[in-house]
């Protein structure tokens, strides 16, 4: 297992909130070596709880972790009150969450090992230092345990979430390959074949479901890969965003006959999001309203409006032909749930999960007459 980098600048960020600076080692400074002393009874306490905990009790005796286990709890309880959050002891911690997700242990344990580090920092506190100077330490002491759960709980996430993450992309990397050998080889059988004879409109249906398989692979990337990074807000123009939306969607053989006039009301032409998520929820949003639009008499109408919240620009997007059933509407934001036979069942996946990370919102409703409406609310620009 590759190591994600520590996000030291995160991890810095945490202990900026939690006002672990210079005055809160200076609180703590007299009282240091109390703690420092009883590293070794921290461990062999640490311990027994755990040894009282059959799950926990079956991953150290399995594993053989006694007495080690012992020494690495002292040793992380004497670096906690020696090291002042040194970048090392931020490593250190950080990689004490990635060794408990290889060990398979449940970061309940971790937080309830937390919670046990707590009682017995305040026991000490209680029996070894004057009344008048106690609460002063135990606030100190509570703001170090909370940033050491913060990044336990951070990198027990971001371990967890690589290993899904590498796991659904090696998967998309391996089945690329196949999808083109066979695409290609079908491609040249059917030339060898009769057009409209019943051989060639087989190869056809192995083709279009071959093309499926290759739309999935790019919208399952697109998918995980808005799990990658935070998103970087900034100010979007609509009118620009909903253009390269549109090219996109003709180039996929979508709306090339269909009237385009989005209509972007003054003062809500623009919005405050990650450009890139931006243009992939538009994309699938346009290329969805297109794919159930009536291919007879299609319809499709774009317009931007106030949000009743206020801090929000709304665009809604109306198409004619089928109409969603409400009670469908999980089940349309579910991966992989497609009602059109040549859907990957993740295009308005992506723009739900585009739209919660930039703080906006998606509905999905039937319009009055047959189609729907569907409605993406993003934050409007911050007022400068
Ligand atoms: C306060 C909560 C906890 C802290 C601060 C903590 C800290 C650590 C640290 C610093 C390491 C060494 C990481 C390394 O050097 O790679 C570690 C490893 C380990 N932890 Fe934890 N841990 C906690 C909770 C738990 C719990 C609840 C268990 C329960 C079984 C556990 C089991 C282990 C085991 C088995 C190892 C590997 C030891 C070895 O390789 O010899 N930890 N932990």
Known sequence: MNQEPVPIERLNFFLEKLELDDRAQERLAPWRQIFLEHSEEFGREFCGYFLGIARTKQIIEQGEYLPNLEKVLGSWFHA????????????????????????????????????????????????????????????????????????????????????????????????????????????????????????????????????????????????????????????????EFLALAHRWVVQRGLMEDMAWQPELAPGYDKVYCDPQDLEAMLCYLLENAA??????????????????????????????????????????????????????????PIVFLAARRNLGRLSLDPRPGGGAVCRLSLPAPPVE
């Open 80 to 239: 906690l009150f020696k090291e002042e959050f040194s970048a090392g002891f931020l490593n250190y911690l950080w990689n004490s969450g990635v060794r408990h997700v290889r060990l398979n242990l449940d970061q309940r344990f971790v937080n309830l090992g937390y919670a046990m580090a707590r009682q017995f920092c305040h026991r000490l506190v209680s029996q070894e230092i004057p009344v008048e100077e106690q609460e002063a330490v135990i606030e100190v002491v509570d703001r170090m345990l909370d940033f050491c759960v913060l990044v336990a709980t951070d990198s027990f996430i971001t371990t967890t979430f690589r290993c899904d993450r590498r796991m659904i992309e090696g998967i998309a990397h391996q089945v690329r390959n196949p999808i083109t050998i066979i695409g290609g080889s079908i491609r040249r059988l059917q030339k060898k074949t009769e057009p409209g004879s019943p051989a060639y409109i087989a190869y056809e249906m192995v083709l279009k479901e071959n093309e499926r398989l290759e739309r999935m692979m790019g919208d399952i990337s697109m998918y995980t890969g808005l799990f990658q990074e935070e998103p970087l807000a900034k100010v979007c123009d609509l009118g």
């Open 291 to 348: 794919e159930a639009a009536d291919q007879q008499d299609p319809l499709l109408e774009v317009a931007t409006g106030p949000d009743p919240d206020g801090h929000r620009v709304k665009l809604t997007i109306r198409n004619n032909g089928n109409t969603p059933e409400p009670m469908h509407m999980d089940d349309i934001l579910s991966p992989f749930h497609s009602s059109k036979p040549m859907g990957t069942g993740l295009g308005l």
